[in-house]
């Protein structure tokens, strides 16, 4: 996992050795908190097993989720990056292990200030990592503010869908209310969806898992 990631991809095998005696295991039931918005940018994470959902949030409790990490996935590199607050929060979307590397480890690691990697080859990698994120956000902004409710759900319910057994299910099952989390709008809209997509007979709900029938329309 380490050599498919932009900042250790180019270490030979001893040097991988010593980021990993380096690192520090984290686990995380469900639930449970890697870090916060506005916290100190102090390390970076690669997710081994499990799930992390990365989001941001406001007092009221709403939340907007911008990613779902999957292991081999790297956590929090865009504000090591630039040395700043974290801007958004990180949670445990199941119980979910990863290994932690702070910025004086890999200061030692990389034999630099910013605990970054001196090579110019490397840096473009790691900056195009970081381009690939911003065209993730990108996207996310255009859906929002371009589609409607029903129109996010589909992408959502596509992007998610894998065959299991010979149907088509959600590689993982959302509640209605993690549904809206993800495509910023309410559970009660997209219960309403839900429902009009079962009447339609595109989608069967059993045990709160969403079996797809057919492929959803473009509109409805």
Known sequence: MLRQTPLFGHLEDGALDHVVECSEAVRLAKGESLYEEGDESDSVGLLLDGCMQVYVSEPSGKKYVLQMVMPGQLLGMESFVDCGERGNNVVADEDSVLLRFTRETLRQV????????????????????????????????????????????????????????????????????????QIGSSREMVARILKE????????????????????????
């Open 110 to 181: 990389f034999d630099s200030e910013d605990g970054l990697p001196g090579c110019d080859r490397v840096r473009c990698s790691i900056m195009r990592y970081l381009v690939s994120l911003v065209r993730h956000m990108t996207t996310l902004a255009r859906n929002l503010a371009l589609l409607d409710v029903y129109g996010r759900v589909r992408i959502l319910i596509n992007q998610m869908l894998i065959e299991q057994d010979g149907v088509l299910i959600l590689r993982k099952q959302l509640t209605q209310q993690e549904i809206a989390d």
């Open 197 to 220: 997509l079962v009447y339609g007979h595109y989608i069967r709900l059993e045990n709160r898992r969403i079996v797809v029938l057919k492929m959803l329309p473009e509109n409805f």
